[in-house]
């Protein structure tokens, strides 16, 4: 069975693509000054992406945004608050293309996992789970 290492992200950028960065193999950004992963455009290749925070962000973001104005992201974010046994739940917005995790209030702390994958023509589907401090805020927006 062949081994899979991770792709470890120390640079401010990135543009995915499935043959480097696709499962199984994993990503995993270890930069605390936040990172930008661009996504590839989607078009329902199946391709899938397994992002993982491995240095919490303590300036800037982490954002992973998709590559054009026509596609979105479809899906939700369950965030485990740390004002208790609690956890919030967010959930995309039909317009929703980027999320932005800033190692407080919208995850982006050591150990939160982000899956996307490519389920059809200009749409990601999205699933997080992540820990939060403070009041804890949805990751997910419309910038692109």
């Known amino acids: 069975m062949p081994t899979y290492l991770p792709?470890?992200?120390?640079?401010?950028?990135?543009?995915?693509?499935?043959?480097?960065?696709?499962?199984?193999?994993?990503v995993v950004v270890n930069r605390a000054a936040g990172s930008t992963l661009v996504l590839p455009a989607a078009y329902g290749s199946g391709a899938e992406?397994?992002?993982?925070?491995?240095?919490?962000?303590?300036?800037?973001?982490?954002?992973?945004?998709?590559?054009?104005?026509?596609?979105?992201m479809t899906g939700?974010?369950?965030?485990?608050?740390?004002?208790?046994d609690t956890v919030a739940g967010f959930e995309t917005a039909a317009d929703t293309d980027t999320i932005t995790m800033n190692g407080s209030t919208k995850g982006g702390i050591r150990g939160d996992r982000i899956l996307l994958k490519d389920?059809?023509?200009?749409?990601?589907?999205?699933?997080?789970i992540a820990a939060g401090?403070?009041?804890?805020?949805?990751?997910?927006?419309a910038t692109v």
Not at 7 to 26: D, R
Not at 119 to 128: D, E
């Open 7 to 26: 792709f470890v992200v120390t640079a401010a950028t990135l543009a995915l693509n499935a043959s480097t960065h696709g499962t199984p193999a994993a």
């Open 49 to 72: 992406f397994d992002i993982m925070v491995g240095t919490t962000i303590t300036s800037n973001n982490l954002i992973i945004q998709v590559a054009n104005s026509s596609d979105v």
């Open 76 to 84: 939700n974010c369950v965030m485990l608050q740390d004002a208790g």
């Open 119 to 128: 389920i059809a023509n200009n749409t990601w589907q999205v699933q997080i």
């Open 133 to 141: 401090t403070g009041t804890e805020v949805t990751p997910f927006s």
